[in-house]
């Protein structure tokens, strides 16, 4: 089994999210076609120079969202559960899992949240104005880790 990947795909709680690779069942850079668990699209962006990016549900559940640039995975959102070394950090207040990333945040008041920045991880943390975390993205940077997403030289 591959680093990151859990047994039981579907249950949260056995997934492990290894930075700017995969999340549980989901390898970052891994083309529309090949990745599991691609459910409903729920939103469609032409971002200019031909690159597309779209958003799916999951087959896993309504909760779980993939982000794909130009068909290939680049986030995975979650609004019901994210562990990181086996805590639960979606509903947790911020500032007691913090820690558990081993990163430094950018903080930004979003008026009606806070927005929690991990740039060299690519993660997200979404917080509510009592510090309660709503939701967590983690993923890659299309413009680092894809310069040509246009080429199938760089499946």
Known sequence: MAEGHADNKT?????????????????FGTHLTNTPHVGQEISRQNMGSDDNAIDYRTTIDEHTELGFWNNKLITVNSDRSFFQKGTECVSADFREV????????????????????????????????????????VGVDPEIYFPYPNSDDHQ
Request: aromatic share 18%; hydrophobic share 40%; net charge negative.
């Open 11 to 27: 249950d949260k709680s056995t997934w492990i999210w290894t930075p700017n690779t995969s999340y549980g069942p989901f390898t």
């Open 98 to 137: 913090t820690h558990l990333f081993g990163c430094e945040f950018t903080l930004t008041d979003e008026v009606s949240f806070f927005l929690a920045d991990c740039d060299e991880l690519d993660l997200l943390v979404f917080i509510e104005l009592d510090w309660t975390i709503r939701s967590v993205s």
